[in-house]
Structures are given as structure tokens and as C-alpha cells.
């Protein structure tokens, strides 16, 4: 019983989009740390922010709501902040997707820190693939993006910042 | 104990909300579009940061206050942020220079915190702050170097700046009855352990940028026990002024 509530808000869980990558879910983003049951018999989803100003938080919040109320009302979201979200926790197919609609997946692991001593990785063009593209922002459409520009094919891109 | 953190969580959320508030006035008005983003998306996490700060504030206080509370409804005075944050704006090269000054300020604070705080919570936070003030410190100082090292007129006027913004810095440094007890109860190091590292870092952002670095010994301070410029007063009465009037409004 226990098992099938958890595993039956997991099932909804994993369909509930990012609404700024409308392609991925919150799932394949990692900012679910888990389900379990409190004491209570409540369900609480941990729910971890990516950038700790991401407007979408909030908005993803309501979604959860709206997607959970009709077969499990008895629920709870608890913001989790540690361990800290790393796009390390985003899956190989969720780098695909972003790949294929026209968005550059973060590169390597957060753990070498080459973002953050000006070193940027090579970023291959989402569009015709060559690695001659240069940054043209460390910030982009939202938090998690920086701006890019193709220098074979002139394709402008986003660039999901490994972080 | 309880007291004097929370207080002093005041003063780290008050750093973030205040230079957050500042810095969406560029919202529109960047020098250009990628410089607009930049700035608009630095002042998000930092509204971010402060959220969790403010919220777990207000917890440590334990008077029910909330976030919205301690943002809405405490006066200039009642404000913990130093004094560099709530500086108007100016130029982009006053902007970006005391970007710079406190970046690498609050790197090695959030760092501290991440790994040496007893508060848990505050670890947490501090954790996930510190890689996105990484990200804001690598933007602001490469930003210095540029103007610095850059025209002769953007090189007088990043100097102009850095004279002008060098006198409120030794603020930051700054140890008080709250930061002492906070330290002794293993909350935080002292203010005054990053200031060698802190100088060093900044000398040679400012030597890459060719930049002066000023020797002034004046201090501006009083912003930890709410004695503000007059510049606080009008930010906030802009950033309250709807929940003031429509106490809980929401859209």
C-alpha cells in the first residue's frame, strides 16, 4: 500500500515539465531528491531549487499541486537545499533532449571548475556540431543558461552552464 | 545565542536583499543587452539567497516573522546590510566595481560557512550561494580588468569608483559584541579572518587591471547597527511601498 502511494506520486512526478525546458521533467533535472511517507501518512516530496533565485521554483510548485490534487491530496513539498543541485544529476538522455532542441548540454562534471576560472570548456554547436563556437555571455535567457554564438555555422545558442 | 544569530543571519540576507534591490534598477537600463541579462540575473540569485536567509532569520528569531516580513515591514533602520550594498548605483564602472569588492567578499564568507558553520541549515545555504557568487566574482573582476586596463577614460573612471567605494569596504571586516558571540558559538569566523585574504585577492585583481589600489583609512560604517545613508531610506520606500499600502497583496 505504502509502496504503491509513493510509487504512484513518483509516476505523476515524472511527468510534470520544467516549464523554461518544456521538454525535460523535473525528474531528469534531479531536482527531486525523493519521496517518502512522514508519520503521519502524508506524502513529502523533496524538492530542490536549482538556482536559489530560479523564478520557476515557484511555478513548478503549482504544477506539482495541480498535477498531484486529484489522486493523492494528502501531500507536502519541503524545499530541500542540501546537498546543493549540481547538473551533474541531469541524465545523459536529458542532455540529448536539450542537444536536440537546439541547446548546448553542460559539458564534463561541476567538479572541475573550469567555468569558474574563466577556462571554458568546449561547447559544441547544438546545430552543425563543430567545437569553433565562443562565449558571448556567462549569462543567458534565464539562471542556469549562458550565451553562445557558432563561429562555422553563426547559429546563436544557449548553453546550460555546468554548475 | 539564539538572539545574536539571528541577527547576524539578518545581516548576510540584508547584504543579499539590499545589493539584489539595486542591482534590478539596471533591469532595462544595462549598457548593453548581455551586460542587462547579467546584471538582472546576478540580482536573482541574490534575491534567492536572501529569500532562504530571510526565512531562516525570522525561524532563528522565532517571532513568526517571515521572509515578506523582515522585507516589507522592518524601517531603514532595522536594516543589518553594510553600507557598500546600499550605495546608488552610478555608472556601470561604479556598479561593477563594487560588484567586485563584494563578490570576493562574499566568497570567502559563504565559504566559511559551507564548511565550517554548526547551523546545518545555513550550510546548506551557504553551499549553494557560494558556487553562484563563484560565478558572479569570475563576472565582476574580469569586468574591472577590462575597464581598468581598457580606454584612458574607462581607466580614470573605474579609479574614480574604486576611490570612491574603497572607504566603505573596511566595513565588511568589522567585529562587534553579535560576530563575537556567533564565532564563539561556532556559528561563523570572525569578520576580521577575511581580510588578509580578501586584500590579497582584490590587489591582484586591481594590478591585472592597473588600477591603484587606494590607501584611504577612513571608515564608513554603521550599517550593522542600522545607522544608514539616506540612500537606504528611499531604496526601501520604493521596494515596500505596495506591501505597505496593500499589506499581503499578492499577484
Request: with cysteine; glycine share 6%.
Amino acid at each position: 500500500m505504502v509502496s504503491d502511494r509513493i510509487a504512484q506520486v513518483e509516476r505523476i512526478l515524472d511527468g510534470v515539465m520544467d516549464p523554461e525546458l518544456p521538454f525535460l521533467t523535473i525528474t531528469e533535472l534531479g531536482m527531486i531528491q525523493g519521496c517518502d511517507l512522514d508519520e503521519d501518512g502524508t506524502v513529502v516530496i523533496r524538492l530542490t531549487p536549482t538556482y536559489s533565485g530560479c523564478p520557476a521554483t515557484d511555478a513548478i510548485q503549482d504544477d506539482i499541486k495541480s498535477a498531484l490534487q486529484p489522486v493523492e491530496p494528502r501531500f507536502r513539498i519541503d524545499i530541500v537545499h542540501a546537498p546543493a543541485w549540481t547538473t551533474d544529476w541531469i541524465s545523459a538522455e536529458a542532455r540529448e533532449k536539450m542537444r536536440l532542441n537546439g541547446i548546448a548540454p553542460p559539458e564534463g562534471t561541476s567538479a572541475d571548475k573550469a567555468f569558474l576560472l574563466g577556462k571554458s570548456h568546449t561547447v559544441p554547436c547544438p546545430r552543425c556540431a563543430s567545437e569553433d563556437t565562443r562565449l558571448v555571455s556567462p549569462f543567458g535567457s534565464t539562471a542556469c543558461k549562458a550565451h553562445y554564438q557558432c563561429n562555422a555555422c553563426a547559429e546563436p545558442f544557449d548553453h546550460f552552464k555546468c554548475f | 545565542m539564539a538572539d545574536q544569530e539571528h541577527e547576524w543571519i539578518l545581516r548576510l540576507g540584508d547584504d543579499a536583499l539590499v545589493l539584489a534591490q539595486r542591482l534590478s534598477e539596471w533591469c532595462s537600463h544595462g549598457p548593453a543587452l548581455e551586460e542587462d541579462i547579467a546584471l538582472s540575473n546576478i540580482a536573482l540569485d541574490l534575491l534567492g539567497q536572501a529569500r532562504a536567509l530571510l526565512t531562516l532569520a525570522g525561524q532563528r528569531e522565532g517571532l513568526g516573522r517571515d521572509e515578506d516580513a523582515l522585507a516589507y515591514f522592518r524601517t531603514d533602520r532595522e536594516f543589518r546590510n553594510a553600507l557598500l550594498v546600499e550605495l546608488p548605483n552610478g555608472d556601470f564602472g561604479d556598479t561593477i566595481v563594487r560588484q567586485m569588492l563584494f563578490d570576493q567578499f562574499a566568497v570567502l564568507r559563504y565559504e566559511a560557512l559551507a564548511s565550517q558553520t554548526v547551523d546545518l541549515e545555513l550550510a546548506a545555504i551557504a553551499a549553494k550561494a557560494l558556487k553562484e557568487v563563484r560565478y558572479h566574482a569570475a563576472h565582476s573582476a574580469q569586468w574591472v580588468v577590462r575597464l581598468g586596463d581598457g580606454t584612458e577614460e574607462s581607466h580614470r573612471r573605474v579609479q574614480e569608483s574604486l576611490n570612491m567605494l574603497w572607504p566603505y569596504t573596511a566595513e565588511l571586516f568589522e567585529d562587534d559584541a553579535v560576530s563575537k558571540a556567533c564565532n564563539e558559538a561556532g556559528v561563523l569566523p570572525l569578520n576580521a579572518s577575511f581580510t588578509a585574504r580578501w586584500t590579497e585577492q582584490v590587489r591582484a585583481i586591481l594590478e591585472e587591471a592597473t588600477l591603484t589600489c587606494p590607501e584611504s583609512t577612513a571608515l564608513l560604517t554603521g550599517g550593522r547597527s542600522g545607522r544608514h545613508t539616506e540612500h537606504l531610506s528611499y531604496m526601501l520606500a520604493e521596494m515596500q511601498v505596495l506591501q505597505r499600502t496593500y499589506p499581503g497583496a499578492e499577484w
